[in-house]
């Protein structure tokens, strides 16, 4: 069986920095389990064929959890340098350094998971379109509209051979 992580991360005070929140609660939800609450990470909740997580930030101690699974999305905000609205790309081994302390880039944490514990863990990472970080709560409805394609997405990658049967069923 392979066992899939899904890491959505950020700040859910600053808007649609949250968006990884909304989008593992929505995973969560179509997986017919319970939302978490933005006191909850997760981690109780771990030892299924798909697991979520709800972080602040991403830090060095996730690298041996991380070695153990096959396939970690990392879901997040990004601002608009990017063009895409969703933009999907493999996550390469390596570690960095970053000006900010304590964070980490999803690649760093799996070069750590690789070299420290073994592990073998393809890395996605799964940046949505945020159009407001101010302070407060609530995704801008630009963001928000987002969330149903990176959803869909997260468990295309997560479950590619169930994806495929409902993809074949449908063009029939």
Known sequence: MKKTLVIG???????????????????????????????????????HEIDTLL???????????????DLVIFVDAHVGIIPELLREEEVIARCETTTVPHQLHPRTVLALAHQLYGGQSRGVLLSIRGHDFDFGEGLSTQTAALVPAAVNRVLALARPSKWDLRVESAAR
């Open 55 to 69: 972080l602040h930030q991403l830090v060095p101690d996730m690298a041996e959890m991380i070695a153990g699974y």
């Open 9 to 47: 991360f950020g700040n859910v005070h600053r808007r649609d920095d949250g968006v990884g929140f909304v989008v593992i609660n929505s995973v969560r939800e179509r997986l017919g389990r319970p939302p978490l609450d933005a006191e909850d990470d997760g981690f109780d909740d771990l030892g």
